[in-house]
């Protein structure tokens, strides 16, 4: 089976695929919410019932893929990037060292090849350049194989329509799909108190991306406090930030970023975006910190202690406060996870997802389950 994957509306499809099975947008696709249920409760299938489900199954198993998607900060757009999102049901919770990186054990027993098409406006070989980064880092995580990137002209988008009515105030906003209980809301609660006061805002807390939208803009700093998704910025997080490029006005943004895995570099496609973004809609970019293993320091107890494994992201988080205080810029911040070796954070990961599956009345083997289609889907 041929599969596309596309951002593209029925009518600019047209005739042109009628040998893959499309994957569209019908506008009714729901984020991922990170509640790893498709590892540990229904092993390989989303369990989100919005007709994409199987979208996991689908690109895992596939003869070949094609994607098709606007450039968007050097990756997919909100829609591609929620549906790849909601394919890590296709490879198994469980990490290894691969390519001398954490990443995930493959679920399926091949290298499915996938050809990129980025569609913009006036697109550059730095842009290409990005875009190539990313989609290798993507293809590494979900042992894919690139067969090519191309870049397609494509008419320019609006931009800088709305004037919003700027305040000087920060914004603290937790983008994690997983709000209140997430590690990202830990996180900023601990950097807040580096910079002595603030409040969180959740970004789940708003059913409507316009309100969301209006609150970020009316901000002239804002703190983005996100989980890594599949090498870059969650779907729901890049739906926000594609609304914002509708509105004018200067901010400054700063990001902070944690993850799955151990080495907090594998964040730097996420940054790089968020700088994008920043020069797209003529923002200034303050700087981020990349946390690596933060479902480890993400821990209640974990995470306010400024000596042991959370000792490096605490000094980050000082140096980050005061930029966000003085609204400066700099440098990114990588911290890995201090005194603490990568291989006992692999094992203790390891056995958390059997633990995890044992909850839901799952063995190891349930774990391991490979779905595949039967029959004529969406
Ligand atoms: C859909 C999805 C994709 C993910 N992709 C990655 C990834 O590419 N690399 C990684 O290290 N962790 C990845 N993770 C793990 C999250 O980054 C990690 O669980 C993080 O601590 C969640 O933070 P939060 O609680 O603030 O949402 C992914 C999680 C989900 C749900």
Redesign the pocket.
Known sequence: MKLLITDLTEEELGDSYSDHEIISDNGRIKP?M?C?GCWIKKPGECVIKDGYELAAVKLHTADEVLVISRYTYGGFSSFVKNVF?RC?PGVLPFFEIYEGEMHHRRRYDKDVPIRFIFRGHDLTDADKEQARRYVRAVCI?FRARILGIDLEEAEDIKRGIFTPEQTDSTVFLNC???GKH????RFLAEFIKHCGSGDITDLASYRNADDAADMAAAASKLVLA??????GIPSNVLRLMERLELYGGSRTVYTIA????YESR?IENLLGMVRSWCDVCGCTYGGGIAIGA??ML?MEKLASLEKGPAANMHKGFALLAEAVQNGTAIDDIYADPSGFPRRLYLMAGNHGWIKGAKENGLGKSDLLRCPEIKGEII
């Open positions: 991922c990170g790893f999102d890590i995580n994690s799909p997983r997430s590690n990202s809301r996100m989980p890594l998704y599949v090498d944690n993850m799955g895995f594998q933060g479902e993400g």
